[in-house]
């Protein structure tokens, strides 16, 4: 018998396949071992199926069905009318979901119902249920559906993510291809995997096998706890190669719990712009080693600045969690209830502050945006040659010409040598220095006595902080030449 994969569950990359983990009958590889006493995996199995659903969906699609190649005015045409134009068409799919709720709350993923005109959730006794749609995060690629039963459904609990760890047995129930009820086993691979989905950048990995039709379902602990919303697959043909990714429960649970509530999901905001700590930056700053999330800049009015959190600040943890690297920061805010004040930990001129910041939601108007087409005005100003720099105060019709604000006070860049350190380190025409080894520059000389300072010191760069066309604040690290 030949299989395909459901139209909605087509990769976005041309190596990712979107598809919930199913536990299969047959899965890659061999079957993990389980300790003789701690689990008997098919009383596991038995316990969870019922909880697990398939979510059949139909969405009416425009456009002509597939033509056999007649020369134009054939009789056939007319002798075979379904391959004509055919107008509007049903068009059906299938993914994974399970019970969270005796209510008949059901999670799955946003992209298996997207756009269906009809969602039919599949009960493990093949009982058919209208389902509707109680909210959806297309963010995290998280759905929320509802159906009405009179019988008792049974349920799973969440269980917690952030106590999981790479090596852990891990078992997935679902709908790979229309089999429903399929079972695989596997292990946890790895933590807050990044895929390269600019939402969501911390994935499980599991090695479970995932096949199309099985997006939305649930990947358990051994102690039946829902660890994670099976989601995606790296696959060069279709299929499971071994490579799986989950939304963990920390996010997924947080989402559907908002979702039951409000119809959408609210986001916590901090307000501030952030970019990685790398090496050098590191040093620059006096940390021990790259780790946390650098301040670039804060908005006005926003919960960071009412906090107290500053540009050039380093957050280290929030909320009591560690920041390693700058997606932490995006995804530990994200899930942070609004209204709840949380402790974080900066590193600040080399010693470390605690403040308390009380998170918001996150904006949906009043975002400015910023032409990047602006041209760079034609003005006198001085160059500092040890960077390649020519740069110009701030008059009023350079801040009217490139829309600047009237508290931005720098310098502006009217041209870059080739070839000079600056220009190897993106610093372009049209960009503002705001301040060069964290102090504020207003002139030419200014810079260059940083320069020389540091030169001094034995420090082979300056740290400056830059202001790209596009709003942008960025650390830029230009070495002296």
Known sequence: MQTQACPNLAAKSHHFFLAAVALAGIAMGATPAFAQ?????????????????????????????????????????????????????????????????????????????????????????????????????????????????????????????????????????????????????????????????????????????????????????????????????????GGSIGLGFSIP????????????????????WLGVRIQDVTEEVATEFGLDRPRGALISGVELNSPA??????????????????????????????????????????WRDGELVALSVTVGEFPTEGIRQVSTDKGIPEFEGGGVAALGLDVSPIDDDARKQLELDTDIVGLLVTNVAPGSTAADKGIRAGDVILEVNQEPVATAAEVQDLVDSSRESGRPSVLMMVLRPTGERRFVIVPIG
């Open 249 to 268: 429960s920390e996010i997924a649970q947080r989402v559907v719990a908002q979702l039951k509530e409000f119809g959408r999901v609210r986001r916590g």
């Open 305 to 346: 600045e009412e906090g107290e959190i500053a540009a050039d600040d380093i957050i280290l943890s929030f909320d009591g969690q560690p920041i390693d690297e700058r997606p932490d920061l995006q995804r530990v805010v994200a899930v942070t209830a609004i209204g709840q004040p949380v402790q974080v930990e900066v």
């Open 37 to 237: 006493g701690e689990v008997s995996l098919p009383d596991l199995i038995e316990r969870l199926q019922p909880s697990v659903v398939n979510i059949d969906t139909t969405t009416t699609v425009q456009g002509r069905r597939n033509l056999p190649n007649l020369p134009e005015g054939s009789p056939l045409e007319d002798l075979i009318p379904e391959f004509g134009d055919g107008g509007p068409r049903n068009s059906t799919s299938g993914g994974s979901g399970f019970i969270i709720d005796a209510d008949g709350f059901i999670v799955t993923n946003n992209h298996v119902i997207e756009s269906a005109d009809e969602i039919e959730v599949v009960l493990a006794d093949k009982t058919r249920i209208l389902a509707t749609v109680v909210g959806v995060d297309a963010r995290t690629d998280i759905a929320l559906l509802k159906i009405e039963y009179d019988s008792p459904l049974q349920t799973v609990p969440w269980g917690n993510s952030r106590s999981a760890r790479v090596g852990e047995q891990v078992v997935a129930i679902g709908n790979p291809f229309g089999l429903g009820g399929s079972v695989t086993t596997g292990i946890i691979s790895a933590l807050q995997r990044n895929i390269n989905n600019e939402a969501l950048q911390s994935f499980i990995q599991t090695d479970a096998a995932i096949n199309p039709g099985n997006s939305g379902g649930p990947l358990f602990d051994m102690e039946g706890r829902v660890i994670g919303v099976n989601t995606a697959i790296f696959s060069r043909g």
